[in-house]
């Protein structure tokens, strides 16, 4: 790919990094959400996206992307305040508090922006007839099935079986802490599962062993937990079936990708 290519995405990048990090204060948030249409930091936000691409694009004679990201960029914000004020209202009413709600939100709001700074790369680098044909060929390829089949298996499916091995142990534990595990546990061990078959697949075997040894420190019990033993031990159990459901698929997986 050359450069100029790659540097057309990177401006493209970095003008939507400024306009929601940098150039958004909080307070501005805090208006969209409270009052969504009745919010004239809406109209702003969005006319600083367009603005900071044009600009830092410096292709003055297109006028056309920086439009683009305007409009996608109000409409992105409008539906993530919309649903968020409406999430406000509920919560006040039930007394719920649930940081799913903010954290939710995020993830669907940049994903939405980074498939609208794809979508204006291509549109500038005229590369839909080079990029059909390549998504294309990786859908119909059986690489791309294995590697997708994998990454799913070892998040909620692998989740579940180890909580089935570890339920007799889990059992020996107090309350107050099998609640504290069932909440951080579980997403512990899918990121640590994740980046053991993302090295695997790397041929970076070295890296695992780091990760093993940086989880025996960070997790072995301190003095101060009333079953330090018990506490240990139930988390090595958990830690190596799911190092080695890992390891086991991820050397499948690369035999089959070979």
Same mark, same amino acid.
């Given at each position: 790919?050359?450069?100029?290519?790659?540097?057309?995405?990177?401006?493209?990048?970095?003008?939507?990094?400024?306009?929601?990090?940098?150039?958004?204060?909080?307070?501005?948030?805090?208006?969209?959400?409270?009052?969504?249409?009745?919010?004239?930091?809406?109209?702003?936000?969005?006319?600083?996206?367009?603005?900071?691409?044009?600009?830092?694009?410096?292709?003055?004679?297109?006028?056309?992307?920086?439009?683009?990201?305007?409009?996608?960029?109000?409409?992105?914000?409008?539906?993530?305040?919309?649903?968020?004020?409406?999430?406000?209202?509920?919560?006040?009413?039930?007394?719920?508090?649930?940081?799913?709600?903010?954290?939710?939100?995020?993830?669907?709001?940049?994903?939405?922006?980074?498939?609208?700074?794809?979508?204006?790369?291509?549109?500038?680098?005229?590369?839909? $007839?080079?990029?059909?044909?390549?998504?294309?060929?990786? %859908? +119909? *390829?059986?690489?791309?099935? &294995? @590697? !997708?089949?994998?990454?799913?298996?070892?998040?909620?499916?692998?989740?579940?079986?180890?909580?089935?091995?570890?339920?007799?142990?889990?059992?020996?534990?107090?309350?107050?802490?099998?609640?504290?595990?069932?909440?951080?546990?579980?997403?512990?061990?899918?990121?640590?599962?994740?980046?053991?078959?993302?090295?695997?697949?790397?041929?970076?075997?070295?890296?695992?062993?780091?990760?093993?040894?940086?989880?025996?420190?960070?997790?072995?019990?301190?003095?101060?937990?009333?079953?330090?033993? $018990?506490?240990?031990?139930?988390?090595?159990?958990?830690? %190596? +079936? *799911?190092?080695?459901?890992? &390891? @086991? !698929?991820?050397?499948?997986?690369?035999?089959?990708?070979?």
């Amino acid at each position: 790919m050359e450069p100029q290519v790659l540097i057309v995405f990177a401006k493209l990048l970095i003008a939507h990094l400024l306009t929601d990090f940098v150039f958004q204060p909080d307070g501005w948030v805090n208006s969209k959400k409270a009052t969504v249409l009745k919010s004239n930091k809406l109209y702003f936000h969005a006319l600083i996206a367009g603005a900071t691409t044009y600009i830092i694009l410096g292709i003055w004679n297109n006028w056309e992307v920086p439009l683009f990201i305007t409009v996608t960029h109000f409409v992105v914000d409008y539906l993530k305040a919309k649903y968020e004020n409406n999430k406000l209202n509920v919560n006040k009413s039930s007394n719920n508090k649930n940081k799913t709600d903010k954290v939710i939100p995020f993830i669907i709001d940049q994903s939405a922006h980074f498939v609208v700074i794809i979508i204006s790369w291509l549109w500038i680098i005229k590369g839909w $007839k080079i990029i059909i044909p390549i998504v294309k060929d990786y %859908f +119909i *390829s059986s690489d791309f099935w &294995i @590697i !997708l089949a994998g990454f799913i298996l070892i998040t909620y499916p692998f989740a579940k079986l180890i909580s089935i091995s570890t339920e007799y142990w889990r059992k020996q534990l107090s309350e107050e802490r099998k609640d504290s595990l069932a909440k951080a546990g579980l997403y512990i061990g899918i990121f640590e599962r994740l980046l053991i078959l993302i090295f695997i697949l790397l041929h970076e075997y070295e890296v695992i062993g780091f990760l093993i040894a940086a989880k025996s420190i960070l997790r072995f019990s301190t003095k101060d937990q009333k079953e330090p033993q $018990k506490q240990t031990e139930y988390v090595l159990v958990g830690t %190596f +079936i *799911s190092f080695s459901l890992t &390891i @086991i !698929l991820g050397l499948l997986m690369y035999y089959f990708l070979k």
